[in-house]
């Protein structure tokens, strides 16, 4: 088996991963772990927007932004990384435009600015542009952008190696096992400092905007190595995924005027958003749309709504609420002006509806999107371990698989961009320092065996079960039972569910008995780690006797602030979930009811 | 409707050479070839072994040769092949591994040559650097690329010569050469001035009609070259 040192090991290539990277590399001997190669990266999938108030397109502050963000946490993002975050915003999207990230710009050749979901001018309410966009496909010019700066940084990549466990060593992270795609041989890669950057777990869902590769790997391991993962029944749906596909249609086609629509043809958000209407928050959209749909108002009365971003009801809407442009005057937008605005929107559109947006309304429905929660760290990205905030020497999370807390119960759009670039460059920077203060931990001479237990298991199993079957269970389960609206009695059906396939997966099947590209052992490996994060879930949502942001039961409809402003704690101890919470921090902004 | 798949297989720890295998498989005109492909090896055969991540064109993994052409097995639909046999095989040009995945490297290493990356050495102004709407348009094209290697695995040139740095590389050099605010025009146009460079290209178009991100890389090459012939930049 191979060895590798390394001061600092970063596990993942997508926007934190890389930002870590860049970072950590200048200072400490740095190599970056991938199971996919890098450009490869869920983060190139983000569309709309990173949010920083530049004010390039009317008055914003940075202030403005905590505020939004707070009442969009639902009062439960820590403010102090909330405040922390929103006031590095501003510089850390002139650094990536300074790395050459190419925005679009403004007629003075600034940055340009949309509005998105939750964003507003806290003296009128009203929402404000301050989504920095590079048409619809912002994550995909942070991640090449961060990339090339890796390549002309010269920063040490392992493509394709599959990280499998964490090497814990007194307490302190030591370093990684993987498995190399090419080969199938594991390698321990010895390291000061560990990082994990692995993104998130929405593949758990049937309908996701998630890629294959978002099968919460990072979650998933350090639970198995005795560290606690928090707030993990706050997961977002997304209001506008592809009816049926799941695909992400940004919510920058809502920044640009786009309406939802009922089958009665009525814009239904002013019902349920009166001042910020179909710019209100994820959570709050997503929760409108089945109430439209549970009354029967679904188009044709099926589990969809439209999405309308034609020029003639764009217009129409912008002059009904007397919204302009920047320099006053009216909204007039164009087929064009969309096509320019939003290629990758049209084309998805004509690609896999045969739908043109540009004449036709859209077909969507809430796709599960993102995690809230994850694994518990402070603001300069060290994990912390407990109640009390513990700091786990030599191990740091960054972006979606990891919970700072600036999300909370809901993340606002852009915000997940924003947090990958400022939690990835603060990572990168305390991994770095650690290292040079800290010595390598020994490493135990059985340090790959727990990885290889997993994949023998797998692989001698003998197993009858199909893979295909148990994860389609899985996935509708998760999705009818703990997505936007959640009940005791279903979650407690779901969790039924979940333990039975857990059971079933320990017969799971592994046809191919091969070293090299083993993806069916590697995609089963995957199910596992979906399935221990599905229980988690449903376990965190089953104790939570409230509503709040993405966490909405039918049984208990009020958010209670009295019992439940708090982050919820999980461990896996001997095979069962121990819950135990945390408090939120509370700076400037005393919760109030929430009101868009 | 049903389907039959003839796709190409090759395992390294058992065969010596690449073979056929068919499936039929049920299958709606909406489905992605993708998804045709995870059932079968979900369904009939859990060797079978591709690249795929994003599933919607994004990502740039599951690049192949489908009846004939380069497509994304995601972005290509079932009805868009306009027939119920499927050929499915690996990009040309590129050592298979396995099945469909291939040894990207070589395709890394002809992107790396070109300096992909952005090249300012004034220091930063305390904002962003100014661009206008006409500037930042002159290379939006060009900054569309995934790096899924459709392109430059569709180049005849590429096939005859994988020393050739091919459509993909060319593409990348071209999204920095035409960016108003980068200082490395020069250099990125002599390393692609080199006898493996942009003139190899024929002008074939293949690149253009593989593109999965529609760039239009014959025009992206043509305007390398013509900044190469007349040392100026339009």
Redesign the interface.
């Known amino acids: 088996m191979k060895t590798h040192q390394n001061e600092v090991i970063v596990v993942g290539a997508g926007g934190a991963g890389l930002m870590a990277a860049l970072y950590a590399s200048r200072s400490a001997n740095t190599a970056v772990l991938s199971k996919?190669?890098p450009?490869?990266?869920?983060t190139?999938?983000a569309q709309g927007g990173v949010g920083a108030a530049?004010g390039n397109m009317e008055e914003d502050h940075p202030e403005w932004h905590t505020y939004d963000t707070v009442k969009g946490s639902d009062y439960l993002g820590d403010q102090d990384a909330i405040e922390f975050m929103c006031s590095e915003a501003v510089q850390a999207v002139?650094e990536l435009?300074?790395?050459?990230l190419?925005?679009?710009?403004?007629?003075?050749?600034?940055?340009a600015q949309r509005p998105f979901g939750g964003h507003t001018n806290n003296v009128t309410g009203k929402p404000v542009p301050r989504a920095c966009y590079?048409?619809d496909?912002t994550g995909?010019?942070i991640l090449?952008?961060l990339y090339?700066?890796c390549?002309?940084n010269k920063v040490q990549f392992y493509d394709e190696f599959h990280v499998l466990d964490l090497i814990v060593v007194n307490g302190a992270a030591a370093g990684v096992v993987a498995v190399e795609l090419?080969t199938g041989e594991l390698h321990t890669f010895h390291a000061k400092a560990v990082i994990f950057a692995t993104g998130g777990h929405g593949r758990i869902w049937e309908i996701t905007s998630n890629?294959?590769?978002y099968s919460g790997d990072g979650v998933a391991v350090t639970l198995r190595r005795g560290i606690p993962a928090e707030d993990m029944e706050f997961f977002q749906f997304h209001p506008t995924g592809i009816y049926r596909?799941g695909?992400l249609i940004t919510e920058g086609v809502r920044g640009e005027g786009g309406i939802l629509l009922n089958d009665k043809g009525e814009r239904f958000m002013t019902k349920y958003a009166p001042t910020v209407k179909d710019l209100a928050s994820r959570d709050v959209v997503s929760r409108a749309m089945y109430m439209e749909m549970r009354e029967g108002r679904g188009i044709g009365g099926k589990r969809y709504l439209y999405l309308d971003v034609t020029p003639e009801t764009v217009n129409k809407y912008a002059a009904m609420d007397g919204r302009h442009r920047p320099d006053g005057s009216p909204i007039h937008l164009t087929g064009e002006e969309i096509l320019s605005k939003l290629p990758?929107i049209v084309?998805?559109c004509r690609?896999?509806l045969g739908v043109d947006p540009v004449t036709q309304p859209m077909p969507i429905q809430p796709t599960a999107h993102y995690a809230m929660g994850g694994i518990p760290t402070n603001k300069l990205g060290e994990v912390v371990i407990d109640e009390q905030n513990t700091v786990m020497p030599g191990f740091f999370a960054a972006g979606e698989v990891a919970c700072v807390s600036v999300h909370g119960a809901n993340r606002l759009g852009t915000n997940s961009l924003l947090d990958l670039i400022t939690f990835g460059k603060h990572a990168g920077l305390r991994a770095a320092e650690f290292s040079k203060g800290a010595a390598f931990q020994p490493l135990p001479s059985d340090a790959a065996d727990f990885a290889r237990q997993q994949l023998d298991g797998l692989l001698n199993n003998q197993g009858t079960e199909?893979?295909?079957d148990i994860s389609h269970e899985m996935k509708a389960v998760m999705f009818d039972q703990v997505g936007v609206f959640r009940s005791d009695e279903g979650m407690l059906q779901a969790l039924k569910t979940i333990r039975e396939l857990k059971e079933r997966f320990k017969h799971a099947?592994?046809?191919?008995q091969?070293?090299?590209?083993?993806?069916?052992l590697l995609n089963t490996w995957e199910l596992g780690n979906m399935l221990d994060l599905a229980e988690v879930t449903t376990f965190c949502a089953l104790a939570r006797h409230e509503s709040r942001g993405g966490h909405a039961r039918e049984d208990f409809p009020k958010r209670d602030d009295v019992n439940w402003l708090k982050h919820t704690l999980a461990w896996t101890v001997d095979g069962e979930i121990k819950l135990s919470y945390k408090p939120v921090t509370i700076t400037k902004y005393q919760p109030k009811e929430r009101v868009y | 409707m049903q389907v039959t798949l003839k796709i190409s297989r090759f395992?390294?720890?058992?065969d010596k050479k690449p073979h056929y295998e068919t499936y039929k498989v049920e299958a709606d005109p909406?489905d992605r070839v993708l998804d045709l492909l995870e059932y079968i090896?979900?369904?009939h055969?859990?060797?079978l072994?591709?690249?795929?991540?994003?599933?919607?064109?994004?990502?740039?993994?599951d690049a192949m040769r489908i009846n004939g052409r380069n497509y994304l097995a995601c972005?290509v639909?079932v009805k868009d092949l306009h027939s119920n046999k499927i050929t499915v095989e690996p990009i040309l040009g590129l050592r298979v591994?396995?099945d469909m995945?291939v040894d990207?490297e070589p395709f890394?290493e002809h992107y790396?040559s070109v300096l992909?990356?952005?090249?300012?050495n004034d220091p930063?102004p305390?904002?962003?650097?100014?661009?206008?709407?006409e500037?930042?348009e002159r290379?939006?094209d060009t900054?569309?690329?995934?790096?899924c290697a459709a392109c430059t695995t569709s180049c005849p040139s590429f096939w005859a010569s994988d020393s050739y740095i091919g459509p993909a590389a060319i593409v990348a050099a071209h999204?920095?050469i035409y960016?108003s605010?980068?200082q490395a025009a020069t250099e990125r146009l002599n390393i692609l001035n080199d006898q493996f460079g942009v003139f190899r290209c024929h002008t074939i178009f293949n690149c253009t009609e593989a593109c999965p991100r529609?760039i239009q890389i014959t025009r992206a090459i043509g305007e390398v070259k013509k900044a190469i012939a007349t040392g100026r930049l339009d």
């Open positions: 996919l190669y450009t490869r990266s869920h190139g999938t530049l002139y435009e300074h790395m050459g190419p925005f679009s710009r403004t007629p003075e050749g600034k940055i590079a048409a496909r995909h010019m090449q952008t090339q700066q390549i002309k090419a890629a294959y590769a596909l695909i990758d084309d998805f690609t896999y199909n893979v295909a099947r592994v046809e191919d091969g070293k090299v590209f083993n993806t069916n | 395992n390294p720890e058992k909406t090896k979900w369904h055969d859990g060797t072994s591709f690249r795929r991540s994003c599933a919607h064109g994004i990502c740039g993994s972005k639909l591994i396995k995945i990207m890394f790396r992909p990356y952005f090249v300012n930063p305390a904002t962003e650097r100014l661009q206008s709407p500037q930042r290379f939006d900054t569309k690329c995934i790096l999204r920095f960016d605010r980068d529609e």
